[in-house]
Nanobody, 127 residues
């Protein structure tokens, strides 16, 4: 059974940075299609970024382009989400998930099309 775990969340002021990591037991996440989602209070879960296992192509939600970077950390077997210039609207619980890029594009297909989920990590951006 795949168990994903997101970590690295915390509380920062606007303009701050955080680095989230997605790890898994029983799985080499760097060899998987991985997406990061977030869910703000009272809102639906939305895809923030994803990385394809086949070619390493990355994709981002428009509102985080230029601020967030998704990458594979082979040494740690994690898929990381570096977040810079954080804004209050980035607040939420962040989750990582696996998917199959052959027929799923997380930024369009949403959380229902994901395969495995892990426990999230809370990011709070507030002055």
């Amino acid at each position: 059974e795949v168990q994903l775990q997101a970590s690295g969340g915390g509380s920062v002021k606007p303009g701050g940075s955080l680095r989230l990591s997605c790890a898994a037991s029983g799985l080499s996440v760097v060899e998987e299609d991985i997406a990061w989602f977030r869910q703000a209070p009272g809102k639906e879960r939305e895809a923030v970024s994803c990385i394809q296992k086949s070619d390493g192509r990355t994709f981002y939600l428009e509102s985080v382009k230029g601020r967030f970077t998704i990458s594979r950390n082979r040494a740690e077997n994690t898929v990381d989400l570096q977040m810079r210039d954080l804004k209050p609207e980035d607040t939420g619980i962040y989750y990582c998930a696996t998917y199959y890029s052959d027929w799923v594009f997380p930024l369009e297909d949403g959380p229902g099309a994901m395969d495995s989920w892990g426990k999230g990590t809370l990011v709070t951006v507030s002055s």
